[in-house]
């Protein structure tokens, strides 16, 4: 079935330094994905929509300059946390949706990226 | 503004019994409303719904979706304790963009 790879699952950083993870479609081209942020015990925020060759849609209220996605794949989607701050610290989960099947909604999730800021 | 209401939040039952978990939601060009099962990590997909009526079963799951009334409900009969997890439930709706929009989600403790 089809995959979406996650990666780092774990990244520890200094504030004020930037952190990359990367969202891999494994098995199918995914022309959408979704970024969302989980705080403990609370569902899952979309922060943005990411599309394939074009500009990212963020939901309101997520810095776009501070949280920059590029989706310059059919496979692979990024964010990139800028200088982070430790209220960034969060778990950070991508979607893709697997359009390329007829079968558009987004079915699969990484396994998400626990990021601390110390 | 898109809204996705679960309940109940929270859930204690015991190994055996039956539970049902809800779900409404006002999403501006609704397509679809997907139900996944989040345990320590990333969500699983569980269902996708499209059309109202139709019961979606897997195992002991099953899930129907009621267009007129803009809600759904996941049952899950027989349950046993590697049910526990969270349940949420996000419609899939075309407004500016397409986007997944998630409930806070039902917590289910099943004990033995």
């Known amino acids: 079935g089809a995959v979406v790879s996650q990666h780092p699952s774990r990244v520890i950083c200094k504030s004020g330094t930037s952190v990359k993870i990367e969202c891999r479609s494994l098995d199918f081209q995914a022309t959408t994905m979704f970024w969302y942020r989980q705080f403990p015990k609370q569902s899952l925020m979309l922060m943005a929509t990411s599309n394939e060759g074009s500009k990212a849609t963020y939901e309101q209220g997520v810095e776009k300059d501070k949280f920059l996605i590029n989706h310059a794949s059919l496979t692979l989607s990024t964010l990139t946390v800028t200088s982070a701050h430790p209220e960034d610290s969060s778990f950070y989960i991508c979607s893709a949706i697997e359009g390329g099947r007829g079968v558009w909604a987004p079915l699969h999730f990484g396994n998400g990226t626990r990021l601390t800021v110390t | 503004e898109d809204k996705v209401v679960q309940s109940p939040l929270s859930l204690v039952v015991h190994e055996g019994d039956t539970v049902t978990l809800n779900c409404s939601y006002e999403?501006?060009?609704?397509?679809?409303l997907l139900w996944y099962k989040q345990e320590k990590k990333a969500p699983t997909f569980l269902f996708m719904l499209t059309s109202s009526g139709i019961e979606k079963k897997s195992g002991r799951l099953s899930s129907i979706l009621d267009k007129k009334e803009l809600s759904s409900i996941l049952n899950i009969t027989a349950t046993q304790t590697g049910d526990s997890a969270i349940y949420l439930c996000?419609?899939?709706?075309?407004?500016?963009?397409?986007?997944?929009?998630f409930g806070k989600g039902t917590k289910l403790t099943v004990n033995p």
């Open positions: 996000a419609p899939f709706g075309q407004g500016g963009s397409e986007k997944l929009v």
């Open positions: 999403v501006t060009n609704f397509r679809s």
